[in-house]
Protein backbone atom coordinates (compact mmCIF):
# COMPACT_ATOMS: atom_id res chain seq x y z
CA UNK A 1 0.00 0.00 0.00
CA UNK A 2 1.58 3.55 -0.67
CA UNK A 3 -0.33 6.63 -0.64
CA UNK A 4 0.65 10.11 -0.34
CA UNK A 5 -0.89 13.46 1.98
CA UNK A 6 0.85 17.27 1.15
CA UNK A 7 0.72 20.52 3.64
CA UNK A 8 2.69 23.18 3.84
CA UNK A 9 4.63 22.28 7.07
CA UNK A 10 5.10 19.98 10.10
CA UNK A 11 2.93 21.12 12.73
CA UNK A 12 1.99 17.60 14.94
CA UNK A 13 4.80 16.22 17.39
CA UNK A 14 5.62 12.26 17.16
CA UNK A 15 3.86 11.84 20.58
CA UNK A 16 0.46 13.40 19.02
CA UNK A 17 0.51 11.14 16.11
CA UNK A 18 0.19 8.20 18.49
CA UNK A 19 -3.68 8.58 18.76
CA UNK A 20 -3.75 7.71 15.10
CA UNK A 21 -1.81 4.69 15.04
CA UNK A 22 -1.96 0.97 15.96
CA UNK A 23 1.11 -0.01 17.44
CA UNK A 24 2.40 1.71 20.55
CA UNK A 25 5.89 2.25 19.23
CA UNK A 26 7.96 4.00 16.70
CA UNK A 27 10.72 5.81 15.43
CA UNK A 28 11.09 9.05 14.52
CA UNK A 29 13.57 11.12 13.38
CA UNK A 30 14.05 14.05 11.23
CA UNK A 31 12.68 12.54 7.86
CA UNK A 32 11.19 9.54 9.03
CA UNK A 33 8.66 7.66 11.03
CA UNK A 34 8.73 3.67 11.38
CA UNK A 35 4.94 2.39 12.32
CA UNK A 36 2.09 0.86 11.19
CA UNK A 37 -0.78 3.15 10.38
CA UNK A 38 -4.81 3.67 9.38
CA UNK A 39 -6.48 6.07 7.81
CA UNK A 40 -9.15 7.73 10.13
CA UNK A 41 -10.59 10.86 10.64
CA UNK A 42 -8.34 11.57 13.69
CA UNK A 43 -5.34 10.65 11.23
CA UNK A 44 -6.18 12.92 8.45
CA UNK A 45 -6.51 15.50 11.19
CA UNK A 46 -2.70 15.03 12.66
CA UNK A 47 -1.07 14.47 9.19
CA UNK A 48 -2.97 17.50 7.24
CA UNK A 49 -0.22 19.35 8.12
CA UNK A 50 2.71 17.06 6.78
CA UNK A 51 4.25 18.66 3.69
CA UNK A 52 4.59 15.13 1.83
CA UNK A 53 3.72 10.95 3.59
CA UNK A 54 4.05 8.20 1.67
CA UNK A 55 3.76 5.03 3.65
CA UNK A 56 4.66 1.92 2.64
CA UNK A 57 3.99 -1.54 3.41
CA UNK A 58 6.95 -4.16 5.12
CA UNK A 59 6.87 -7.79 5.37
CA UNK A 60 6.93 -7.80 9.44
CA UNK A 61 3.55 -6.20 8.53
CA UNK A 62 5.38 -2.31 9.73
CA UNK A 63 5.03 0.88 7.89
CA UNK A 64 7.79 3.61 6.91
CA UNK A 65 5.91 7.07 6.92
CA UNK A 66 8.52 9.50 5.48
CA UNK A 67 8.06 13.00 5.85
CA UNK A 68 9.62 15.42 3.50
CA UNK A 69 10.52 18.94 5.05
CA UNK A 70 8.80 21.76 2.70
CA UNK A 71 10.60 23.82 0.29
CA UNK A 72 12.29 26.93 2.49
CA UNK A 73 9.86 30.18 2.27
CA UNK A 74 11.87 33.48 0.94
CA UNK A 75 10.01 36.08 2.97
CA UNK A 76 11.73 37.53 5.60
CA UNK A 77 15.18 35.78 4.51
CA UNK A 78 17.09 39.00 4.02
CA UNK A 79 15.71 41.22 6.67
CA UNK A 80 13.19 42.58 4.63
CA UNK A 81 9.43 43.00 5.53
CA UNK A 82 7.54 40.43 3.15
CA UNK A 83 8.34 38.17 0.19
CA UNK A 84 7.84 39.75 -3.41
CA UNK A 85 4.24 38.85 -4.19
CA UNK A 86 3.25 40.06 -0.09
CA UNK A 87 5.04 43.46 -1.79
CA UNK A 88 3.30 43.24 -5.40
CA UNK A 89 -0.20 42.45 -3.21
CA UNK A 90 0.54 45.71 -1.13
CA UNK A 91 1.51 47.86 -4.16
CA UNK A 92 -2.33 46.85 -6.08
CA UNK A 93 -3.85 47.37 -2.77
CA UNK A 94 -2.82 50.65 -2.34
CA UNK A 95 -3.76 51.51 -6.17
CA UNK A 96 -7.17 50.18 -5.44
CA UNK A 97 -7.19 52.57 -1.93
CA UNK A 98 -5.84 55.12 -3.90
CA UNK A 99 -3.41 54.97 -0.57
CA UNK A 100 -0.40 56.74 -2.81
CA UNK A 101 1.18 57.23 0.49
CA UNK A 102 2.04 53.29 1.29
CA UNK A 103 2.39 52.67 -2.30
CA UNK A 104 5.38 55.24 -2.09
CA UNK A 105 7.44 53.03 0.37
CA UNK A 106 7.22 49.91 -1.92
CA UNK A 107 9.09 51.64 -5.08
CA UNK A 108 12.49 52.35 -5.23
CA UNK A 109 14.41 55.52 -5.60
CA UNK A 110 15.56 54.20 -8.90
CA UNK A 111 12.78 52.25 -10.48
CA UNK A 112 11.80 52.18 -13.95
CA UNK A 113 8.51 51.82 -14.51
CA UNK A 114 7.14 51.02 -18.36
CA UNK A 115 2.91 50.66 -19.14
CA UNK A 116 3.96 49.53 -23.13
CA UNK A 117 0.84 52.12 -24.25
CA UNK A 118 3.08 54.88 -23.30
CA UNK A 119 5.98 55.39 -25.45
CA UNK A 120 8.84 55.91 -22.93
CA UNK A 121 8.98 54.67 -19.02
CA UNK A 122 8.96 56.38 -16.07
CA UNK A 123 12.18 57.14 -13.99
CA UNK A 124 12.39 57.09 -10.56
CA UNK A 125 10.12 56.92 -7.79
CA UNK A 126 8.73 60.39 -8.08
CA UNK A 127 7.87 60.04 -11.76
CA UNK A 128 5.83 55.97 -10.81
CA UNK A 129 4.08 58.07 -7.89
CA UNK A 130 3.33 61.01 -10.29
CA UNK A 131 1.77 58.27 -13.27
CA UNK A 132 -0.30 56.35 -10.92
CA UNK A 133 -1.53 59.53 -9.25
CA UNK A 134 -2.87 60.95 -12.76
CA UNK A 135 -4.03 57.48 -13.42
CA UNK A 136 -6.10 57.39 -9.66
CA UNK A 137 -7.45 60.82 -10.18
CA UNK A 138 -8.35 60.17 -13.80
CA UNK A 139 -11.08 57.58 -13.13
CA UNK A 140 -13.79 56.22 -10.30
CA UNK A 141 -12.22 54.42 -7.35
CA UNK A 142 -15.39 51.80 -8.22
CA UNK A 143 -13.09 50.42 -10.73
CA UNK A 144 -10.60 48.22 -9.30
CA UNK A 145 -7.68 45.86 -9.82
CA UNK A 146 -8.44 42.09 -9.19
CA UNK A 147 -5.60 40.01 -9.24
CA UNK A 148 -6.02 36.57 -11.29
CA UNK A 149 -2.86 34.84 -10.47
CA UNK A 150 0.87 35.77 -9.29
CA UNK A 151 3.92 33.55 -8.34
CA UNK A 152 5.51 33.44 -5.18
CA UNK A 153 8.61 31.08 -5.55
CA UNK A 154 10.91 34.16 -6.10
CA UNK A 155 11.10 37.38 -4.09
CA UNK A 156 13.02 38.83 -6.42
CA UNK A 157 11.03 38.78 -9.82
CA UNK A 158 7.29 38.42 -9.53
CA UNK A 159 4.85 38.12 -12.46
CA UNK A 160 1.08 38.76 -12.11
CA UNK A 161 -1.82 38.61 -14.26
CA UNK A 162 -5.29 40.96 -13.52
CA UNK A 163 -7.94 42.46 -15.09
CA UNK A 164 -10.24 45.34 -13.70
CA UNK A 165 -13.89 45.50 -12.63
CA UNK A 166 -16.60 48.15 -12.40
CA UNK A 167 -18.31 47.63 -8.46
CA UNK A 168 -17.07 43.74 -8.81
CA UNK A 169 -18.37 43.38 -12.55
CA UNK A 170 -15.84 42.64 -15.09
CA UNK A 171 -14.40 45.57 -16.85
CA UNK A 172 -14.65 45.61 -21.26
CA UNK A 173 -10.61 45.35 -22.75
CA UNK A 174 -9.14 45.62 -19.25
CA UNK A 175 -7.25 42.32 -18.70
CA UNK A 176 -3.63 42.34 -18.26
CA UNK A 177 -0.05 40.84 -17.28
CA UNK A 178 2.71 42.73 -15.53
CA UNK A 179 6.20 41.69 -14.45
CA UNK A 180 8.23 43.29 -11.32
CA UNK A 181 11.87 43.14 -10.01
CA UNK A 182 12.23 43.76 -6.69
CA UNK A 183 15.55 44.17 -4.20
CA UNK A 184 16.21 44.75 -0.75
CA UNK A 185 17.05 48.46 0.48
CA UNK A 186 17.45 49.33 3.18
CA UNK A 187 16.09 46.45 4.97
CA UNK A 188 12.59 46.81 2.68
CA UNK A 189 11.65 45.21 -0.44
CA UNK A 190 10.75 47.32 -3.12
CA UNK A 191 10.42 47.12 -6.40
CA UNK A 192 13.02 48.48 -8.55
CA UNK A 193 11.70 47.60 -12.40
CA UNK A 194 7.40 47.34 -13.37
CA UNK A 195 6.16 46.42 -17.04
CA UNK A 196 2.45 46.43 -17.66
CA UNK A 197 0.56 44.58 -20.77
CA UNK A 198 -2.41 45.91 -20.96
CA UNK A 199 -5.55 43.95 -23.64
CA UNK A 200 -5.89 45.97 -26.67
CA UNK A 201 -9.56 47.19 -27.48
CA UNK A 202 -8.69 46.63 -31.27
CA UNK A 203 -7.40 42.66 -31.38
CA UNK A 204 -5.91 42.62 -34.88
CA UNK A 205 -5.89 38.83 -35.18
CA UNK A 206 -3.93 37.27 -38.07
CA UNK A 207 -3.60 40.41 -39.11
CA UNK A 208 -1.25 40.94 -36.90
CA UNK A 209 0.77 37.99 -38.04
CA UNK A 210 0.60 39.13 -41.47
CA UNK A 211 1.93 42.64 -40.56
CA UNK A 212 5.02 41.27 -38.75
CA UNK A 213 5.62 38.96 -41.43
CA UNK A 214 5.58 42.13 -44.04
CA UNK A 215 8.04 43.81 -42.14
CA UNK A 216 10.24 40.68 -41.18
CA UNK A 217 10.57 40.46 -45.17
CA UNK A 218 11.72 43.92 -46.09
CA UNK A 219 13.97 43.57 -43.34
CA UNK A 220 15.58 40.46 -44.86
CA UNK A 221 15.18 42.17 -48.57
CA UNK A 222 16.15 45.51 -47.55
CA UNK A 223 18.80 45.26 -43.90
CA UNK A 224 19.84 48.81 -43.95
CA UNK A 225 15.96 49.58 -42.79
CA UNK A 226 17.21 47.72 -39.38
CA UNK A 227 19.25 50.74 -38.34
CA UNK A 228 15.81 53.25 -38.58
CA UNK A 229 14.51 51.01 -35.87
Known amino acids: MTSSISSSSLRTSPSSLLPCLNQTTFSYSNSTISSHFISTPTTRKHL ?118 WKGKPFPFSKGCSFYKLEVVNGKRQITYGRDIVEPAFKPGETALAAIGAVTWLLQQFPQLADRL
Open 48 to 165: APLSKLRISSSENNRSAVDVVSPPPTTSNADGDDGGGADVVRRFYDGINGRDLASVEELIADDCVYEDLIFPRPFLGRKATLDFFKKFSDSISSDLQFVIDDISAEDSSAVGVTWHLE
